[in-house]
């Protein structure tokens, strides 16, 4: 196993192009993105990087969102509902593209997904998801009841098997990227970044210890733990939950390893790994506090198994790890990305739900354009003043 890459000290103040603060994957993605490009790279971590939210990561690396095509659609209209998605789609694509590019070894590997019926949602509303889908150029296609229960061994009314995504281990991801960035010259620094100034059209980060940092640009990805100045009304931390099986004999797993994830909120998850375990999550609560999310651990571990044996009856459910970690989300499903509201220079990158890694790729390529001062009009659609419509 890759050792984590190392922090230094700061030992004086410092004078940077971009002070990216948090090194979990969304600062990964952002430090190897803007050194490769070049700038000049800080990366300021308290912990271990990757010791947040990433390594609780089940890293189901999706195009599809949190929120379907249907509800988008009716939340902004189809054009902005379609362009999400395509965008969506295109950062998975790009993921994919920098892993094998820099041979990243983290057990990253392509995978289909399988959106299967649950609750209200059943064939119907699954073929009409899929119809504004291809209406919006984007693969996929419906297995009814028999072809689901033949073709994957599933028991539900119907699923949409789409092409296009991947799962990876989200820890060796981000810390490979840190060391790629570190040899493009970026500097990973030990400090606990406490306070933020504007001054002189640059942003002063101090720290919790005597040296500050001089930035041109700030970027936040602090996953969870936003700055006070940042909270956009829309976002809420909530818990998630998962558990992971002891290893199968691989012919106990279903075709292709695909992602499996119901059409239900919150929905249930389920992957398999390189090792052949099957991980399972979900049983989402709207409860922020470590404590009482760590105390829910032991029932959502059964109730998890028990899910576990409906939808893959033939599994072997002795369970091997479980955990639960903080879960962020917006009202509309969207990643909250872009400028901070009265905050020159300071740029927030914050990957929110599901399918956060996927919008961390997306924010490091919008942060660096818009560091480089280029404006498409597409970014208001992630900006953290952006009116958010809210599904009913
Ligand atoms: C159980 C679970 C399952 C999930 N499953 C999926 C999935 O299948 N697919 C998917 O795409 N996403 C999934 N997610 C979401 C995904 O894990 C997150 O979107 C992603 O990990 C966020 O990464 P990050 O780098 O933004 O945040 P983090 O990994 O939390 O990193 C933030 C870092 O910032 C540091 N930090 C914070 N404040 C400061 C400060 N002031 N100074 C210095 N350092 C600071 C922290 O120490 C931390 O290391 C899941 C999350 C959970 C909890």
Excluded at 137 to 157: C, N, T
Aim: hydrophobic share 40%; charged share 20%.
């Amino acid at each position: 196993m890759l050792a984590p890459p190392e922090r230094e000290a700061l030992s004086e103040s410092i004078k940077t192009d971009v002070a990216i603060i948090g090194g979990g994957i969304t600062g990964s993605l952002m430090a190897e993105h803007l050194s490769r490009l070049g700038r000049q790279v800080v990366v300021v971590e308290r912990e271990q990087p990757g010791f947040g939210s990433t390594r609780a990561s089940t890293a189901m690396l999706q195009w599809e969102t949190d929120s379907t095509l249907s509800e988008l659609t009716d939340l902004y209209g189809f054009e902005t509902a379609a362009n999400v998605y395509r965008r969506s789609r295109a950062a998975v694509a790009g993921l994919t593209e920098l892993v094998a590019g820099h041979g990243i070894s983290c057990a990253f590997q392509p995978r289909p997904t399988l959106y299967i019926a649950a609750k209200d949602v059943g064939e119907k509303e699954l073929r009409e998801e899929l119809a504004l889908r291809h209406r919006a150029e984007l693969p996929g296609a419906v297995l009814s009841y028999s072809a689901l229960r033949r073709e994957f061994g599933l028991d539900r009314e119907a699923a949409i098997l789409s092409p296009g995504s991947a799962e990876a281990d989200p820890l060796m991801l981000s810390w490979s990227l840190l060391r790629i960035a570190r040899g493009y010259g970026a500097r990973i620094i030990n400090a606990d970044a406490v306070n933020f100034h504007n001054e002189g059209g640059r942003v002063l980060v101090e720290t919790s210890g005597p040296y500050a940092i001089d930035a041109a640009h700030v970027v936040l990805a602090t996953g969870y733990v936003m700055p006070h100045f940042v909270m956009p009304a829309c976002h809420r931390i909530s818990s998630s939950f998962a558990i992971s099986t002891v290893p199968q004999t691989p012919d106990n797993l279903w075709p292709e390893r695909a992602l499996v994830w119901e059409a239900a909120e919150p929905y249930l998850y389920m992957r398999t790994t390189a090792e052949n375990r099957i991980v399972i999550g979900g049983e989402d609560e709207e409860i922020a506090d470590p404590q009482a999310r760590d105390a829910m651990l032991p029932d959502k571990v059964l109730r998890l198994k028990t899910k576990l044996a409906q939808l893959w009856p033939q599994a072997n459910a002795e369970i091997s790890h479980s955990w639960c970690g903080a879960f962020g989300e917006t009202s509309d499903g969207l990643p909250l990305i872009g400028p901070v509201p009265g905050a020159s220079n300071i740029h927030a990158a914050y990957g929110y739900g599901g399918n956060g890694i996927t919008f961390s790729f997306l924010a490091s390529r919008m942060i660096a354009a818009m560091i480089s001062a280029e404006k498409q009009g597409w970014f208001e659609d992630f900006a953290l003043d952006r009116t958010v419509k809210a599904q009913s």
